[in-house]
């Protein structure tokens, strides 16, 4: 069955598939790993998998004219609502393999896509810390990047030694993030990833710093 068949109900910003067992248990894209109660709701998934779901919408109805043929299921994460948000979804192929699928049809949404494409090719020397750029792609209104998938587990809401030893590296290339945040960034075995490059811009000393810990305590209450 095509992708677009497939039904989807809504947690908060977040489309999850559940036409299968197997995709309820692959777990969802959480969008603030601090919040502890989110983190319980792939657990949840996986225990009522065997139940049906109902009041779904369809893919195509979610994201009309947008196909992704070797998709075997996704999750899809809705953006904020400004006028460049986007959908970003994980991808699970019929081979196993797993991807971030980035998509927008609003002009400023396009414009995001295609600059973060642009400074990823830019970050070649940080391959292992930021997604690799698979390809780009037009669907009728819709552009299309295609990525990497990073390891993700719950980040440090403190800057870590990981987290300034990764800004240096990116002071040497002259990039600031733009948006360097606990919700951007994963720290697994001691390895610092980080994604969401649409906001980087030319390196400016002290600015991911300071954006780090000013959305840590205006969104979680914690810090200074």
Known sequence: MSIRYHRYIRIRRTWIDVSSIASRRDGVMLYRPGRWYL?????????????PWHGSALF??????LEIPEAKFATIYVGNGTGKSKFTLKVKTYSGEEEI???AKTERGKEAIAHEAEVLKQ????KGHVPILLGMERQGEWLLSRQSVLPRKRS???LQKEHFEFLDELKKIGVSHGDFAPWNCSLVAGKLYVWDWEDA???VEGKDEAWFKSQV???LGIGE
Do not use: E, Q
Not at 123 to 126: N, R, T
């Open 39 to 51: 983190r319980f709701v792939p657990k949840l998934l996986s225990f009522f998998a065997v139940f």
């Open 60 to 65: 195509s109805d979610i994201l009309p004219g």
């Open 101 to 103: 699928v980035k998509a």
């Open 123 to 126: 970050l070649d020397g940080l």
């Open 156 to 158: 440090p809401v403190h």
């Open 201 to 203: 811009g030319p390196w």
């Open 217 to 219: 305590k205006k969104l």
